[in-house]
């Protein structure tokens, strides 16, 4: 982009004198931008898709090991704080829950608790690894969710706080089986 042809084009626009380029071709030239921006900002977005990849993967490697973490078939892992005493939630169940959510470097994305206000929703409504993460939680429980990208928001993340790939993590109790 050459800074003094926006300028002249500028001052001919706003003088009515004929531009040196034709209304089309000023289209063309703003679409080819467009074009160029949306491509790098794609190439921007694979690339951190694949670094949270690896690092999730990396993650889930070694959390695995941790005492007292749990794999299921699916690969969502879950560690138990607090065991509870009531009934399970089964797929279509809604529920009541507090939770906080973090991505694999501590930075917090979202919590109930913070809100002062527990959260209800349909376990059909969710991502994958809350549906299947709850349903192993009696109420009363407070489980630890830790979510391979796939059960969570995968390649397309949640933007603008969760990324492409991201492993999450979440500290969910349930209160509440509503219905």
Do not use: C
Not at 38 to 46: F, L, N
Not at 57 to 78: H, R, W
């Amino acid at each position: 982009v050459d800074p003094d042809k926006i300028a002249a084009g500028r001052r001919q626009a706003l003088l009515g004198e004929t531009t040196l380029l034709t209304e089309e071709q000023m289209a063309q030239v703003l679409q080819s931008f467009q074009e160029e921006m949306m491509a790098k900002q794609q190439e921007v977005t694979a690339k951190k898709g694949e670094e949270a990849m690896k690092k999730g993967e990396e993650f889930l490697a070694k959390n695995k090991t941790q005492a007292g973490v749990m794999t299921t078939p699916s690969g969502l892992q879950y560690k138990v704080i607090k065991e509870g005493k009531g009934a399970k939630p089964t797929a279509t169940s809604q529920v009541k829950v507090h939770y906080t959510g973090t991505l694999i470097d501590g930075k917090k994305f979202d919590s109930s608790v913070d809100r002062g206000e527990p959260a209800v929703f349909g376990l059909n409504q969710v991502i994958p690894a809350w549906t299947e993460g709850l349903q192993l939680m009696s109420v009363g429980s407070k489980y630890m969710l830790y979510i391979p990208s796939a059960m969570g928001y995968g390649p397309t993340g949640n933007p603008p706080v969760i990324g492409p790939n991201e492993v999450l993590i979440f500290e969910v109790e349930l209160i509440e089986i509503v219905k």
